[in-house]
């Protein structure tokens, strides 16, 4: 079992470029979510999704777009590109009928720079 | 200001030692939940409390719910090596939607 698999692992951008961090999970998890850790700031929620073609903004959702076309992917994408957005990034998901209020599955996390 | 404080920041203990980590909630603690960080991972659950003064345990590791005080702590006995990582407190807003909110972690050392 995969569990979450997020790629890239690393990644460095230029402010201005646009790019997709992919997220698939092979549990059949209908809540699957992205967030981005920051020193000092812990985890802040981007976007989360219930199901597929459902998502919703979280704490942090300017500049990311996502989509949910089928239950096993769930891609960030960066629009353009911002200094502000060098951040360690985890998609996480959660088996049916949990979302938030069980356990978490992480991915092992994207490294994104941007200059 | 974080929803939720965690202390300490940071800790180093000697192997062998106790410790405990703090979480303290400035709103209504529906849940609380527990994760870790190894460097350069991902987080893994830990545990959970639902209940005030639900007490868990997972191997050395001990967490309490204090509803009243909206506080839970994390208690690690006898200290070894491979307890070091950050540790995460998470809750649930569910007045926000889907929503766990962390706090921002207290990075454990154990030195052995």
């Known amino acids: 079992n995969a569990g979450v698999t997020q790629t890239p692992k690393f990644q460095v951008l230029k402010t201005g470029q646009s790019m997709t961090l992919q997220c698939a999970q092979d549990?059949?998890?209908?809540?699957m979510s992205w967030y981005r850790q920051d020193p000092g700031m812990g985890l802040r929620l981007i976007h989360y999704?219930?199901?597929?073609?459902?998502?919703d903004q979280g704490e942090v959702p300017n500049g990311y777009n996502v989509s949910r076309s089928t239950t096993e992917d769930f891609p960030l994408r960066l629009l353009s590109a911002a200094p502000s957005q060098t951040s360690v990034y985890f998609c996480?998901?959660?088996?049916?009928?949990?979302?938030?209020?069980?356990?978490?599955?992480f991915g092992e996390g994207s490294r994104l720079t941007v200059l | 200001s974080q929803e939720l404080e965690q202390s300490p920041q940071s800790l180093i203990v000697q192997e062998g030692k106790n410790l405990t980590i703090n979480c303290t909630s400035s709103?209504?603690?529906?849940?609380l939940y527990w994760y870790k960080q190894k460097y350069g991972e991902g987080l893994i659950f830990l545990m959970m409390?639902?209940?005030?003064?639900e007490e868990k345990s997972h191997e050395k590791i001990t967490a309490k719910l204090d509803e009243k005080k909206q506080q839970s702590s994390l208690h690690i006995t006898a200290s070894q090596p491979s307890h070091a990582g950050i540790y995460l407190c998470?809750?649930?807003?569910?007045?926000?939607?889907?929503?766990?909110?962390f706090g921002a972690g207290t990075i454990l050392r154990v030195k052995s």
């Open positions: 549990m059949n998890h209908e809540y």
């Open positions: 996480a998901s959660s088996a049916p009928g949990q979302g938030v209020t069980g356990e978490l599955f």
């Open positions: 999704s219930v199901g597929a073609g459902i998502t």
């Open positions: 709103k209504t603690l529906y849940g």
């Open positions: 409390l639902q209940k005030g003064g």
């Open positions: 998470g809750a649930a807003r569910m007045e926000y939607g889907n929503k766990l909110v």
